[in-house]
């Protein structure tokens, strides 16, 4: 079946240290997303790409880093200049930017700052 | 900022239906209206959307006022999976067309 997949679930991350969270979609879809949400808040959107080797910045992007190199990949780094990276990150695919497409949704990855 | 104004919570009975408000009073005439829900922990999930006239699909129904500026979402009959917190969200028309997220309304639904 065709989906999202994020990965890992659950990661745990040493303050100073850079992670890479990996987002990878089956379903063709040309644009992908990546949001942040913090407990008990709506979603915010961090970074989108809407075509390979193109990405621009969402309201959130300072302390993130991304790259599309791949029409199905598109995985996040969260650098150590993130001030507050714990987390649930969630990453989302459509098929293009028009206003009449829907989103498909990843399960998320819950990042900790131990 | 989100374009949508939505109660903090709600609840409803097993069984009965639920009707989810939203105010979009600065909707534009070329913006559509999303609905997503999430269950705790999961990623949003994909329930309707509309662009004037109402809908219907396997899930739920989607009232859209005709000067547009309100809808409402509909879960026929309730049940108690169907507790989640519901995104009413209008799909911005720039050039990226982002869904932009508020806090949503949290559903209960009562045994």
């Known amino acids: 079946d065709g989906g999202i997949t994020q990965s890992p679930k659950y990661l745990f991350r040493k303050e100073g240290q850079n992670v890479t969270l990996s987002c990878e979609q089956n379903?063709?879809?040309?644009?992908m997303y990546w949001y942040r949400q913090d407990p008990g808040q709506g979603l915010r959107l961090i970074y989108y790409s809407q075509i390979v080797n193109d990405f621009q910045k969402g309201d959130i992007a300072e302390g993130y880093s991304v790259s599309r190199e791949k029409k199905e990949s598109f995985p996040l780094t969260v650098t150590s200049a993130q001030k507050n990276p714990t987390a649930f990150y969630l990453c989302?695919?459509?098929?293009?930017?028009?206003?009449?497409?829907?989103?498909?949704f990843g399960s998320g990855t819950r990042l900790t700052v131990v | 900022d989100a374009k949508t104004t939505q109660p903090t919570s709600m609840d409803c009975a097993e069984g009965r239906a639920a009707n989810l408000p939203c105010n979009h009073s600065?909707?534009?005439?070329?913006?559509?209206v999303y609905w997503y829900r999430q269950i705790h922990s999961q990623g949003p999930q994909y329930i309707i959307h509309g662009l004037k006239n109402n809908e219907t699909n396997e899930m739920a129904s989607l009232i859209i006022t005709e000067d547009r500026k309100s809808s409402t979402l509909i879960l026929p009959h309730a049940t108690l999976r169907d507790t989640a917190v519901y995104y009413c969200i209008v799909r911005v028309a720039d050039s990226s067309y982002k869904l932009i997220f508020g806090s949503g309304t949290r559903l209960l639904v009562r045994p």
């Open positions: 379903l063709n879809h040309d644009a």
């Open positions: 989302a695919s459509s098929p293009g930017t028009a206003a009449n497409y829907g989103y498909t």
């Open positions: 600065t909707i534009s005439g070329n913006e559509y």
